[in-house]
Nanobody, 124 residues
Framework: QVQLVESGGGLVHPGGSLKLSCSISGTLLEHYGIGWFHQAPGKERVGLAAIDPSDGSTYSSASVRDRVTISIDSTKTTVYFQMDHAEPEDTGRYYC?????????????????WGQGTQVTVSS
């Protein structure tokens, strides 16, 4: 059973970068992607970026594509998510999740295992 744990949340100043980690325990099968999602206060959860550890391919939402980077370490046990030029609207809880997703989409229903999330506040 795969488990995911997010870390790296906290206070980020506007214009700064938020850097999050998703630690993976257990074995991911081929084409089980890792996605990052954001839930702002009072809003629905939105997919931001995903990576397929099988081949390193990535995908990000057009709304944040110019600000985000997603990567995975060489041991394939940690996925990193970085968002630059942080804005107050980026405040909220960030989740990583995994599921069978060969096309690497950001549809929530494709992700079956979720972490607890990590809280990020963008404020001066």
């Amino acid at each position: 059973q795969v488990q995911l744990v997010e870390s790296g949340g906290g206070l980020v100043h506007p214009g700064g970068s938020l850097k999050l980690s998703c630690s993976i325990s257990g074995t991911l099968l081929e084409h089980y992607g890792i996605g990052w999602f954001h839930q702002a206060p009072g809003k629905e959860r939105v997919g931001l970026a995903a990576i397929d550890p099988s081949d390193g391919s990535t995908y990000s939402s057009a709304s944040v594509r110019d600000r985000v980077t997603i990567s995975i370490d060489s041991t394939k046990t940690t996925v990193y998510f970085q968002m630059d030029h942080a804005e107050p609207e980026d405040t909220g809880r960030y989740y990583c999740a995994t599921g069978y997703n060969p096309a690497l989409r950001l549809w929530e229903e494709m992700y079956t295992v979720w972490g607890q999330g990590t809280q990020v506040t963008v404020s001066s």
